[in-house]
T-cell receptor, first 114, second 109 residues
Framework: DAGITQSPRYKITETGRQVTLMCHQT?????MFWYRQDLGHGLRLIYY???????DKGEVPDGYVVSRSKTENFPLTLESATRSQTSVYFC?????????????FGPGTRLTVT | KNEVEQSPQNLTAQEGEFITINCSYS?????LHWLQQHPGGGIVSLFM???GKKKHGRLIATINIQEKHSSLHITASHPRDSAVYIC???????????FGQGTRLTINP
């Protein structure tokens, strides 16, 4: 299907486990982003990528790892999940980051760390 | 102080009312986005503005760059407009969007 997809949509994991959230887009957009959304904080940028093999930290990168070996995929890994990482995670993509290009958001992944 | 402030945080109105949601920002920007998020749902881009005014159906977005202020208006509001509306700005020279806290809108029939 065309667009931007995330998997899984819901995930429950235990503290200390490694978890990978997947993001896939079919538009060949250069830029991809990972955000987390928490009550009282709104959306916050975790990591972003300008192109394959180019990634950079956002506002809240600690505890997360990203990679981008292919333009269409941007997985987010929690190496050792903590309860504070319980959140809703949104992936987004845009054609270009500079200028006035829109970001398109995935449906979100609701992650619970117990 | 947040770089992007929205008001009000919560808004309840009756069907048919004219709705205004405000967004103020304190930095130079290259663009401003209005996003909509339904309960339990994803995030949809409504408008992207760098100047002036845009209209899509019953939704109107305006921006005043000099005053660092934007408004989102909904005419003839309907219960299906109930959602969280989020303002986000792209800071000049920076590589990220900065988001407001969102405005939770409830339209009662």
């Amino acid at each position: 299907d065309a667009g931007i997809t995330q998997s899984p949509r819901y995930k429950i994991t235990e503290t200390g486990r490694q978890v990978t959230l997947m993001c896939h887009q079919t538009w060949s957009h250069s830029y991809m982003f990972w955000y987390r959304q928490d009550l009282g904080h709104g959306l916050r940028l975790i990591y972003y990528s300008a192109a394959a093999d180019i990634t950079d930290k956002g506002e809240v990168p600690d505890g997360y790892v990203v990679s981008r070996s292919k333009t269409e995929n941007f997985p987010l890994t929690l190496e050792s999940a903590t309860r504070s990482q319980t959140s809703v995670y949104f992936c987004a993509s845009s054609e270009r980051e500079e200028g006035t290009y829109e970001q398109y958001f995935g449906p979100g992944t609701r992650l619970t760390v117990t | 102080k947040n770089e992007v402030e929205q008001s009000p945080q919560n808004l309840t109105a009756q069907e048919g009312e004219f709705i205004t949601i405000n967004c103020s920002y304190s930095v130079g920007i290259s663009a401003l986005h209005w996003l909509q998020q339904h309960p339990g749902g994803g995030i949809v881009s409504l408008f992207m503005l760098s100047s002036g005014k845009k209209k899509h159906g019953r939704l109107i977005a305006t921006i005043n760059i000099q005053e660092k202020h934007s408004s989102l208006h909904i005419t003839a509001s309907h219960p299906r407009d109930s959602a969280v509306y989020i303002c986000a700005v792209r800071i000049q020279g920076a590589q990220k969007l900065v988001f407001g806290q969102g405005t939770r809108l409830t339209i009662n029939p």
